[in-house]
């Protein structure tokens, strides 16, 4: 009897002394996915050109105890404000080209490294900083102007093509993370045969960003300025 109490004895020590390790083995890697919508606006210069607009986004994140590496991309269709940004005209001040939509398509994406300064619970704080890349993508027209029987101008278009205006400048942000929900698999998990825990959440993002356009004609600077909010789903491999 005293040989199977100790035995039971040695067995549960072995086996908290196993849970012990599996807890420092975890992985202080953890990669996910997010996706949503959002808002980004213009100032300055800028908001001559281009107005806001409602954006979708999207983006994936590597953490690293509380490092995180992320990459974000968003997509939108801002109001054009200046239908001539290449400022071609004829002598009498007449636009020679026209932005022949209303709206123009801007993608734009972001990589950024952040450090973790809060967290508590299910909410965590990680500002971060790095790299913004935008671009506007446009028909251009060439017109010309004429006058109708009773003198009254107009524009007929004599030809187009595809143009753009890109930049590429800082970004700003801060992600609000909160954790909604986790699952341990029962089984192990992808390609690493270890067993993982799933989160779900959502992030909040307030951003800035620093915008220069060159190519237009005058060439315009400003900030852009955003928030979006993104489900989020992570994944981080376990020790047992």
């Known amino acids: ?7 039971v004895l040695v067995g549960a020590a072995m086996a908290l002394c196993g849970v012990a390790q599996d807890k420092s083995d975890e ?12 808002y980004m606006t213009t100032t300055g210069e800028l908001n001559d050109y281009f107005g806001g607009a409602a954006v979708f986004t999207g983006g994936v994140t ?6 995180r590496l992320k990459v974000d991309f968003d997509y939108g269709q801002p109001k054009v404000n200046n239908g001539n940004p290449f400022n071609v005209r ?21 990589a950024q490294i952040g450090y973790k300064v809060f967290g508590r619970g299910r909410v965590s704080v990680t500002p971060a900083a790095g790299v913004f890349y ?9 017109v010309e ?40 698999t029962k089984e192990p998990f992808f390609l690493n045969q270890r067993y ?14 620093g915008g220069k356009v060159k190519c237009a004609d005058p060439a315009a600077s400003g900030v852009y300025c955003g928030v979006t909010v993104r489900v989020t789903g992570f994944m981080q491999s376990l020790g047992f």
């Open 145 to 184: 102007w004429k006058k109708d029987d009773k003198g009254t101008p107009y524009v007929i278009v004599t030809g187009s093509r595809d143009a753009h205006l890109s930049n590429t400048s800082w970004i700003a942000s801060v992600d609000v993370d909160i954790k909604l929900g986790e699952h341990i």
């Open 27 to 38: 992985s202080p890697l953890s990669l996910g996915l997010q996706g949503g919508v959002g």
């Open 62 to 67: 590597a953490d690293y105890n509380r490092l």
């Open 134 to 142: 935008t671009r506007y993508g446009m028909t251009l027209n060439d």
């Open 196 to 209: 993982s825990r799933l989160s779900t959440g959502v992030r909040v993002t307030p951003w800035v960003a």
């Open 1 to 7: 009897m005293n040989k199977s109490i100790l035995a």
């Open 90 to 110: 004829n002598e009498s001040g007449d636009d020679l080209q026209l932005v022949g939509n209303s709206n123009v398509s801007q993608v734009s994406l972001g």
